[in-house]
């Protein structure tokens, strides 16, 4: 055995399975030991879910390996383990590639295979949404609309026909970025100083520019669920135009192809105290001949829409200066919390859900590769894996804002990332932060 090999290890998850005959717990437990045997793989600790449907294990597996140094891997006896449905197993399987752990099967299936397979021997109600979504490609095939218009577009007649006033604006949008050679955060910025809105009435970002510049459809283009059609309406580019934007845009990228997914402690409560807006993570790298690399927040109004100034914080001397304004003696001004918006999850949750179905469709079909799957994955897994912290820590253990604080200021060093940011939210209301000042508003 070398060093490499002798220096693995592993965590194992464990659910009693029903069947005939099932698969429980002792059974899990024998070929996960014979794995780790066969792979060379220390097993340094063990979860089991106490219930069927329970998932406190799974929650509490994540902390320990995001606690880990990189490396760990999490070893099942097969993929059912991870959940009844093959949606639930691939957002398990993929949460942890999100977080940089890899998933190895006792069964020694490879995990994309394992959920290739499930997902074409799934049940007949599945199978029937499937053949609906046939029936809508032969539609697109016609060239029927299906779905919303892009802006610029209105739906007639089951076809994309120009709107006046939006197709005005995109033809000045793709002439500001080719003609005169602005950026999209300035196109935005524009725009905004212009009055002209979205289509859902808020303002342009530049990531909502950006979409537009790369959206086919306004050379005539219609693309749905795997159907391409040229010349399937009026185009307000043309071909050459948009090839331009995509070449420039490629050109102008600076950033590497993938990048490591980072979590900001005081994501959803951080507010710039000059425009109100939300203040969001960002990362770069250090100065001069520093490798180190910086996290700090940023006006994501500024950043993404030109509506203010850049103004930015450090995340390390920030979350530091909300600590030290939660300790003081009896602490900032509480104010009202913000209620729940129980049914707003759950519409999110469906929502999520959906959107990884459609995932999981390309990967199956060969659209996407494994590599594919996970990098597009990534954010929508997470966030799931979010909401279900935030739900399983609300039902099993109700937090009073004033205990929150007390446990932050109380045991900061001795707390988890997921435990120091679930306290946050119960104990912070918001974050206001201005260039020479930090202002928390506890809840109450």
């Not at 698969?23 to 070929?31: E, H, K, N, T």
């Not at 793989?41 to 106490?50: D, K, M, N, S, T």
Request: proline content about 5%.
């Amino acid at each position: 055995m070398t060093a490499d090999e002798a220096a693995r290890t592993a965590v194992s998850y464990l659910r009693a399975l029903p069947g005939d005959p099932p698969l429980d717990l002792g059974v899990q437990r024998l070929a996960i030991a014979a794995a780790c045997r066969g792979e060379h793989l220390r097993e340094i600790g063990a979860f089991e879910e106490p219930a069927p449907d329970s998932n406190t294990a799974f929650l509490s597996l994540v902390d320990a390996v995001r606690r880990q140094p990189p490396g760990v891997e999490v070893i099942v006896a097969t993929a059912a383990v991870f959940g009844d449905r093959v949606r639930d197993r691939a957002r398990r399987i993929l949460q942890l590639a999100a977080l940089r752990v890899p998933v190895r099967l006792a069964d020694g299936r490879a995990p994309g295979d394992a959920l290739v397979s499930a997902w074409d021997e799934r049940g007949p109600d599945e199978r029937r949404r499937e053949r609906a979504r046939e029936g809508m490609r032969r539609r697109a095939l016609r060239g029927e609309v299906l779905g919303r218009a892009p802006y610029g577009y209105v739906v007639s007649d089951r076809q994309l026909v120009p709107e006046p006033r939006e197709a005005a604006t995109v033809k000045r949008l793709f002439s500001m970025y080719l003609d005169e050679n602005e950026g999209v955060r300035k196109i935005a910025r524009r725009l905004n100083e212009d009055g002209i809105l979205t289509r859902t009435g808020r303002p342009w970002t530049a990531g909502a520019v950006r979409n537009v510049l790369r959206n086919a459809a306004y050379t005539g283009l219609y693309r749905r669920l795997g159907v391409t059609v040229t010349r399937a309406h009026a185009a307000l580019i043309t071909q050459a135009q948009h090839a331009e934007v995509l070449r420039r845009m490629t050109s102008r990228r600076t950033a590497p192809a993938t990048q490591e997914r980072r979590e900001y402690l005081l994501s959803g409560l951080v507010r710039c105290g000059y425009c109100g807006g939300p203040m969001i993570g960002a990362r770069r790298p250090g100065e001069g001949t520093e490798i180190i690399e910086y996290s700090y927040y940023r006006c994501q109004a500024a950043t993404n829409e030109g509506r203010c100034a850049y103004h930015t914080r450090r995340a390390e001397a920030l979350e530091s200066e909300v600590l030290d304004e939660l300790s003081r003696a009896g602490g900032p001004s509480p104010v009202a919390a913000r209620p729940r918006r129980e049914s707003g999850h759950e519409a999110r949750r469906v929502a999520l859900d959906r959107t990884l179905d459609h995932m999981l469709e390309r990967r199956a079909t060969g659209q996407w590769t494994d590599a594919d799957l996970v990098r597009r994955a990534a954010p929508i897994v997470l966030e799931q894996l979010s909401l279900e912290a935030e739900a399983a820590q609300g039902e099993t253990d109700p937090v009073e804002p004033d205990d929150a604080r007390e446990r932050l200021v109380d045991a900061w060093d001795d707390l988890t990332f997921e435990e120091r940011r679930s306290l946050l939210h119960h104990a912070v209301a918001e974050i206001v932060v201005t260039d020479d000042a930090v202002r928390v508003a506890r809840r109450r």
